[in-house]
């Protein structure tokens, strides 16, 4: 930084008066004084972080180590209107403020995952908020008295996974999102988070990978989705069991009603319904074929996996990397690593921190009297 010691030590006095800086700790020396090591302060900012997904919205308040500092309220909205989904995230959002104890000065933003295509230069959500021409950070920031940042859920968890997960320290890693309503691609490239030319990339579920002539709900057919997600699994669970096939998830399937659900799918797994192992095994030959391509396109150090599905590591990961074994040439598969996700469902979360302190930074929020004495 060019600062003689004496203006370093001025600051550091500086910082700590005020409270952002605090001391770590003795350091080792070789003789004189004691040495000291020093650390911003997490709790001298704090983010409201946002996921939306399909059925629910999921709230926290984490401080700057990624510390939860509220626990992760889950709030259902179902079916719900754009406009009813706002008034939804108004409300819980002002409520988990308010009965924080946070004090409002030390909230540096509000940082919102968010599904769907989400156009980066006109910041226009075509899935969730299609009816209007307006962002969607826009939308948000009308809403509330401090910064918002909305990006795509698949970004946040892939930026989670390369700071804080199984990618940390990696300059070229994917992130695969395998959920029950569709699959992701989030991508690291060179050390930062690719976007592409509008920010339409990763959509690797709609790559017509099956030869199946199935629907997708894209409108396409053979899509990776249509073999790879909850209603994928669930039609394969319905046909095969109307057709006689043995399984402990027939007790599910009744004529004119049907309540099966990826979670009695993983719990017969766990039983070891070979029904529902060889279901898997059969899906992983999908998803190693789309690995296969990126692998082969990008050449990745690590390909994470995470989503809904990732919680069946053990009937997942093996036959992916058996299949991978066999498709991709031996010299891009032995520097890349295929792993699973450990940062679960909050990793959403977690990435919004990042997102909402690249902005403050990047617009000197700090300057205005956002980091203050707490």
Known sequence: MHLTVPTVGKLVEELLGKHIVMVKGKAESSGGRCAFNYALNPNVGCCVVVCVERFTMRIAIANLNNEFVTPVVSVAIGISTPNEMLKM????VRQIINESGVERKRILGI???????????????????????????????????????????????????????????????????????????????????????????????????????????????GCLETEVSEAALVSKVLESVQGGASTVLSQYVKEGSNTLTLQHILQALNMGDSFAINLFTQM???????????????????????????VAQQY???????????????????????????????????????????????????????????
């Open 316 to 374: 997942l990961l093996l036959p992916i990397q058996q299949n991978l074994n066999k498709y991709v040439l031996p010299r891009l598969l032995k520097n890349c690593k295929v792993t699973m996700s450990v940062l679960g469902a909050n990793a959403p979360l977690l990435g919004s921190v990042s997102f909402v302190l690249d902005y403050v930074l990047q617009n000197r929020d700090f300057e205005k009297g956002r980091l203050v004495e707490v």
């Open 89 to 92: 995230l108004q409300k819980h």
């Open 111 to 221: 940082g919102i995952a968010i599904p769907g295509l989400i156009d980066k230069n006109s910041g226009i959500n075509y899935s969730y908020f299609a009816n209007t021409d307006r962002s969607v950070t826009d939308i948000f920031s009308k809403m509330f008295p401090y910064p918002v940042v909305v990006q795509h859920d698949l970004d946040v968890m892939a930026r989670a996974e390369h700071l804080l997960g199984m990618g940390r320290g990696m300059e070229d890693m994917m992130y695969l999102h395998v959920g029950r309503v569709g699959i992701g691609l989030g991508m690291i490239l060179n050390g930062e988070l690719y976007l592409g030319n509008e920010g339409f990339v990763g959509e690797i579920g709609h790559i017509s990978i099956a030869n199946n002539n199935k629907l997708c709900h894209c409108g396409k057919t």
């Open 284 to 310: 992983s030959e999908h998803l190693s074929r789309a690995i296969t391509i990126v692998i082969h396109l990008l050449n990745p150090e690590m390909i994470v996996l995470g989503g809904e599905f990732s």
